[in-house]
């Protein structure tokens, strides 16, 4: 939820924002992207730090130090592929936990 939020705020009033998300058997896979402004070159290599925040009303930084935080957590990572001009795209990726063919009959996930 974060990393959606983040991109809509980055994005001006007309700005687009895409959620994707791709299952393998060893890992899934969420991307957000926006075509926002980009991430300032100067934070780019503290990102994921706690307190890093750039040009947010009232953020405290913590958003993307979480998000990184909880994906290593459970395995997995949080990656900015790209940024720039044209905007911004994060991966997430986590092991994929369901058995090749789906979860045990009666299972609830």
Same mark, same amino acid.
């Given at each position: 939820?974060?990393?959606?939020?983040?991109?809509?705020?980055?994005?001006?009033?007309?700005?687009?924002?895409?959620?994707?998300?791709?299952?393998?058997? /060893?890992r899934?896979?969420?991307?957000?992207?926006?075509?926002?402004?980009?991430?300032p /070159?100067?934070?780019?290599g503290?990102?994921?730090?706690?307190?890093?925040?750039?040009?947010?009303?009232?953020?405290?930084?913590?958003?993307?130090?979480?998000?990184?935080?909880?994906?290593?957590?459970?395995?997995?990572?949080?990656?900015?592929?790209?940024?720039?001009?044209?905007?911004?795209?994060?991966?997430?990726?986590l092991?994929?936990?369901?058995?090749?063919?789906?979860?045990?009959?009666?299972?609830?996930?």
């Amino acid at each position: 939820m974060n990393l959606v939020n983040n991109a809509c705020e980055a994005v001006s009033d007309d700005g687009k924002v895409g959620i994707t998300s791709l299952g393998a058997p /060893e890992r899934i896979e969420v991307c957000v992207r926006d075509n926002g402004p980009g991430i300032p /070159e100067a934070i780019r290599g503290s990102l994921f730090a706690p307190f890093v925040s750039h040009g947010k009303q009232g953020g405290t930084g913590l958003g993307l130090a979480l998000v990184d935080r909880l994906a290593k957590d459970h395995g997995g990572e949080l990656i900015r592929d790209e940024t720039g001009n044209e905007g911004t795209l994060f991966r997430v990726t986590l092991p994929n936990l369901v058995p090749p063919g789906g979860p045990p009959v009666g299972t609830t996930i």
